[in-house]
């Protein structure tokens, strides 16, 4: 009986172990940016390329220049890992600090905090990047509207 009762115990202790070990391997990004802040800007353009990276991410975003709220969470997640605010962006990944949008640091943070990314980041296209061109042709569209408009008023003041 204590024989059965052993091999449970440690068939327990095997699964709920397993369960804590999976639980910590979820990858976790915490960002805290300004809201006017360029950089953060940038970064959270190139958050989707993190999560093709790390698809089971869980990025917790906090907005710290407006918010007292996320203010004080910024200065106790910082605290728990032996630092203090100094700079947005501020990435914390397991107990690492990252200051700044540095793509390279965050990558290999998360890779030694979780292992390689599912993709090769290098290989991953950039949504921004397709962006551009369309926004060039947005604005010659509007430009064009307002030259057309421009000059239909004009002719239609000479008669």
Not at 69 to 76: G, M, S, Y
Not at 91 to 114: C, K, R, S, W
Not at 127 to 145: A, N, P
């Amino acid at each position: 009986m204590k024989l059965l009762q052993y091999g449970l115990l440690s068939i327990f202790g095997f699964v709920a172990l397993n369960f804590t070990v999976s639980a910590q391997q979820i990858p976790t990004l915490d960002f805290f940016h300004g809201r006017e802040c360029p950089h953060c800007q940038n970064q959270r353009k190139w958050l989707p390329t993190l999560r093709e990276a790390y698809p089971d991410i869980v990025i917790n975003e906090y907005e710290v220049w407006h918010d007292t709220e996320n203010q004080a969470l910024w200065a106790t997640r910082l605290a728990e890992i032996g630092e203090t605010p100094s700079g947005v962006p501020s990435n914390v990944i397991g107990d690492q600090l990252i200051t700044g949008f540095a793509p390279d640091h965050i990558l290999a943070a998360m890779e030694a905090n979780y292992g390689p990314p599912a993709v090769d980041v290098s290989t991953i296209e950039i949504q921004e990047e397709e962006s551009k061109g369309l926004d060039i042709i947005l604005i010659l569209i509007v430009l064009g509207g307002i030259g057309l408009a421009g000059g239909i008023a004009f002719l239609g003041k000479k008669s």
